[in-house]
């Protein structure tokens, strides 16, 4: 079946220092792969998501990159910021259209 | 700006009650869902509508039930409810392609004491 794994629960960094959260998946078909993010008390929001011709997604600074012969899509940012702060879920598409999430990563950035 | 429109924000109930909750979407979507989210912040896939059928269902306890009226709109009720469907439950809407968008209302809270 079709699943996603984020294996940092917690992240805590300070502020000017890269991000990279990690996301792998596992699916029968030739899915796509999301990054959602969810600030507090929010609703989940697309970040960026993955393009089937190679291009790079960036969106607000982050970037990911789509590797199908290791199944990742990880997340990263040069530099994070403080407003970087919240849960971030890897998320898979595949054959029904439906959103596979990862368990999440809390992303907390300090001064 | 919000274009998934969700009620009630909050529900506090009793275990065996009926709750029901609203959803609706201004962005022109052929597909809506329902996903729940838990205390550990796990977030799964409930149940999928196509202009108004139903395309997935992803085991979901028989009480829950899902309704839709027409494509802008898409309820969930649940029968009886239990203690371990507390949890925010998230309705989402998207153009029904693998590779599209799907947009999230605010969620609805539930609280079963």
């Known amino acids: 079946g079709d699943s996603v794994t984020q294996t940092e629960g917690l992240v805590t960094l300070t502020e000017g220092l890269p991000v990279m959260l990690n996301c792998t998946y596992q699916s029968t078909y030739s899915p796509f792969l999301f990054w959602y993010v969810q600030h507090l008390n929010e609703a989940p929001k697309l970040l960026l998501k993955?393009?089937?011709?190679?291009k790079r997604p960036e969106h607000q600074g982050f970037h990911a990159t789509l590797h199908k012969s290791s199944s990742s899509f990880h997340l990263q940012k040069s530099s994070a910021q403080l407003s970087d702060s919240a849960l971030y879920y890897c998320?898979?598409?595949?054959?029904?259209?439906?959103?596979?999430f990862g368990s999440g990563t809390k992303l907390t950035v300090e001064p | 700006e919000t274009a998934v429109f969700q009620t009630p924000n909050y529900h506090v109930t009793q275990v065996g009650n009926e709750v029901s909750f609203n959803c609706k979407q201004t962005l022109g979507h052929d597909t809506m869902y329902w996903y729940k989210q838990d205390s550990k912040k796990l977030l799964k896939i409930m149940f999928s509508y196509n202009n108004k059928q139903l395309i997935v269902n992803e085991t979901v306890p028989r009480r829950f039930s899902p309704q839709s009226s027409d494509k802008a709109h898409l309820n969930l009720r649940i029968k009886s409810v239990e203690p371990e469907d507390s949890a925010v439950y998230l309705c989402a809407s998207s153009g029904g392609g693998a590779r599209d968008t799907q947009y999230f209302g605010p969620g609805t809270r539930l609280l079963v004491l």
């Open positions: 998320a898979l598409s595949a054959n029904y259209n439906v959103l596979y």
């Open positions: 993955s393009f089937t011709d190679n």
